[in-house]
């Protein structure tokens, strides 16, 4: 089976906070977008809702000038979702994170809409194989993440189902760069990365309120100006290579001994490490970071930092935190 080769006109079914910021970010890009909702009058007042938020937006210099005027052109309420999907090169399923509900709406999008049609859904959790038993043709099927607000989060995840066709993938991907994303594909497990790593570190957040270690507000201070600060500008794994994976390991010996086996040091990180790689300092690590690039990706690093900082200050204290 082919797939559309190109992406113009689109529809997003779910038109609440996350389908409508992804259905600004399509009309935003030049794409006309249907959208639907459970009737025409749902969907119609989130387009209203949509073009006043954008409008909003470009007046506190969030969006470009002319934003709201071009998602105003090309967004439009359907009055079905049979009627959204009817003619679309590429839909878009938001619905509510619930199996049976995601499961209905994916089988009326896949009977109705063309047969090459590419169909995403913005599960955020839920393995895309199982979906994909409600879609009629599911190598035209993948999960497309996007991330809460759409139109201000840069990440998307691509996760193809077991059957997925490697042209949907790169239809997809090349409609997530055009609308100014930043697409990472991704196997296909329960939480996929994004969530699966989340809500560890909410649970063990939680652990430690449950244990009396630290209050709430105390763990989100903790959090945002020490490793989430570093996690804005780089991953996991960047983080580690600079600080050095000796230093981990030791760190992961003293965790182990206070909380067991869930803080033993991960197989793959010991044997590296006796392989004698430790990271920057040692010029190799878990990344494949170029040495002669090393000086340089410390500079940026700190004036990154520093850059961070001063912006931190500029915005201000969070309202009510």
């Given at each position: 089976?082919?797939?559309?080769?190109?992406?113009?006109?689109?529809?997003?079914?779910?038109?609440?906070?996350?389908?409508?910021g992804?259905?600004?970010?399509?009309?935003?890009?030049?794409?006309?977008?249907?959208?639907?909702?459970?009737?025409?009058?749902?969907?119609?007042?989130?387009?209203?809702?949509?073009?006043?938020?954008?409008?909003?937006?470009e007046?506190?210099?969030?969006?470009?000038?002319?934003?709201?005027?071009?998602?105003?052109?090309?967004?439009?309420?359907?009055?079905?979702?049979?009627?959204?999907?009817?003619?679309?090169?590429?839909?878009?399923?938001?619905?509510?994170?619930?199996?049976?509900?995601?499961?209905?709406?994916?089988?009326?999008?896949?009977?109705?809409?063309?047969?090459?049609?590419?169909?995403?859904?913005?599960?955020?959790?839920?393995?895309?194989?199982?979906?994909a038993?409600?879609?009629?043709?599911?190598?035209?099927?993948?999960?497309?993440?996007?991330?809460?607000?759409?139109?201000?989060?840069?990440g998307?995840?691509?996760?193809?189902?077991?059957?997925?066709?490697?042209?949907?993938?790169?239809?997809?991907?090349?409609?997530?760069?055009?609308?100014?994303?930043?697409?990472?594909?991704?196997?296909?497990?329960?939480?996929?990365?994004?969530?699966?790593?989340?809500?560890?570190?909410?649970?063990?957040?939680?652990?430690?309120?449950?244990?009396?270690?630290?209050?709430?507000?105390?763990?989100?201070?903790?959090?945002?100006?020490?490793?989430?600060?570093?996690?804005?500008?780089?991953?996991?794994?960047?983080?580690g290579?600079?600080?050095?994976?000796?230093?981990?390991?030791?760190?992961?010996?003293?965790?182990?001994?206070?909380?067991?086996?869930?803080?033993?040091?991960?197989?793959?990180?010991?044997?590296?490490?006796?392989?004698?790689?430790?990271?920057?300092?040692?010029?190799r690590?878990?990344?494949?970071?170029?040495?002669?690039?090393t000086?340089?990706?410390?500079?940026?690093?700190?004036?990154?930092?520093?850059?961070?900082?001063?912006?931190?200050?500029?915005?201000?204290?969070?309202?009510?935190?």
């Open positions: 089976m082919t797939v559309t080769a190109s992406i113009s006109t689109t529809a997003v079914v779910g038109s609440g906070y996350m389908g409508g992804i259905a600004q970010v399509l009309a935003l890009g030049g794409h006309p977008v249907r959208l639907a909702d459970i009737d025409r009058e749902t969907a119609e007042r989130a387009r209203i809702r949509l073009i006043r938020q954008a409008e909003d937006f007046a506190r210099g969030l969006m470009p000038v002319g934003a709201a005027d071009t998602i105003g052109k090309n967004l439009s309420a359907a009055g079905s979702i049979e009627d959204a999907v009817v003619g679309a090169d590429y839909i878009v399923e938001a619905a509510p994170e619930t199996l049976r509900v995601k499961l209905d709406i994916l089988q009326r999008i896949s009977q109705s809409a063309r047969i090459d049609a590419i169909i995403g859904t913005n599960t955020s959790a839920i393995p895309i194989g199982e979906l038993a409600a879609v009629v043709n599911p190598e035209r099927f993948l999960g497309v993440h996007w991330m809460n607000p759409a139109p201000f989060i840069p998307v995840e691509l996760i193809p189902g077991p059957n997925t066709a490697p042209e949907a993938i790169d239809v997809a991907e090349a409609l997530i760069v055009k609308s100014g994303k930043i697409p990472a594909r991704v196997a296909d497990t329960p939480g996929f990365v994004a969530n699966r790593l989340q809500f560890a570190l909410y649970k063990e957040a939680m652990r430690i309120v449950e244990e009396g270690t630290a209050t709430p507000a105390q763990i989100d201070a903790v959090v945002s100006n020490s490793f989430g600060f570093r996690l804005a500008l780089f991953g996991p794994f960047a983080i290579d600079m600080a050095g994976l000796d230093v981990y390991e030791a760190a992961y010996g003293t965790l182990e001994t206070a909380y067991g086996d869930r803080f033993s040091p991960p197989e793959s990180l010991t044997r590296i490490i006796k392989n004698g790689d430790l990271g920057l300092k040692s010029g690590g878990i990344l494949d970071i170029d040495a002669a690039e000086e340089a990706l410390l500079a940026y690093r700190d004036h990154a930092y520093a850059r961070l900082s001063q912006l931190r200050v500029e915005l201000g204290k969070a309202p009510g935190l």
